[in-house]
């Protein structure tokens, strides 16, 4: 499995892009498409950053788990997509943000401006 980014067998946990000034513990959907994460830390601040209250977090980022995703993996997808947008699979394997004749697989945690790689939350 060498596309595997995580995988668990409960909740991933990750750091994601969130609202500027979201509190740990607040439900906080990711996106319009249907993606939902609850916050272990607040945004991360420069001055939380400077303090050493976030290690590991940079600016508007927070330790979010995301109920009911176990398995994140590394994509190819082949074209720009923003962040926590639905990810589908052509019948020829290929992946993408056109939703048309094509299945639903997961979200993708990353924005991509061209094609590229991204984490992707399998469903």
């Known amino acids: 499995m060498t596309n595997l980014e995580t995988m668990t ?4 946990c990750l750091p994601l892009i969130v609202p500027t ?3 740990a513990g607040e439900i906080v959907p990711l996106g319009t498409d249907g993606l939902i994460a609850v916050t272990q830390t607040p945004a991360a601040t420069t001055t939380l950053i400077n303090a050493g209250g976030c290690p590991g977090l940079k600016v508007d980022e927070a330790s979010c788990i995301l109920r009911g995703k176990s398995i994140v993996v590394n994509l190819t997808i082949n074209a720009a997509i923003a962040a926590y947008a639905k990810v589908y699979k052509t019948a020829g394997g ?3 943000p056109v939703a048309t004749n094509n ?3 997961g ?4 924005t991509l401006t061209a094609a590229g790689t991204a ?3 399998v469903l």
């Open 9 to 12: 067998h409960a909740d991933v």
């Open 94 to 96: 290929a992946y993408t």
């Open 21 to 23: 000034g979201t509190g």
């Open 103 to 105: 299945t639903h697989v």
């Open 119 to 121: 984490r992707v939350a």
């Open 107 to 110: 979200h993708t945690l990353d």
